[in-house]
């Protein structure tokens, strides 16, 4: 089961490889990685809509791909 995160204390960052064309845009909060251990991930075109909760280790191997490499958008 899911826990629930009250995510309207949440701040918002977008990827640096969000343009402004309408494109896939990802947002991920950090608000909650050190207190709950999560990070919330959301599109940026539909903030009101749901986030994806990734465990803060996950989120950070997944970044670390990205910048290796090892992992392509």
């Not at 994806?52 to 990205?66: A, D, R, V």
């Amino acid at each position: 089961m899911t826990p629930q995160v009250d995510l309207s204390g949440a701040h918002w960052s977008k990827s640096s490889y969000s343009g402004n064309n309408g494109g896939n845009c990802v947002e991920a909060s950090h608000t909650f990685a050190t207190t709950a251990g999560i990070v919330p991930v959301r599109d940026s075109k539909d903030p009101e809509g749901p986030a994806l909760l990734f465990p803060n280790t996950t989120w950070q191997t997944f970044l670390t791909g990205l910048k290796s490499g090892d992992i392509t958008a």
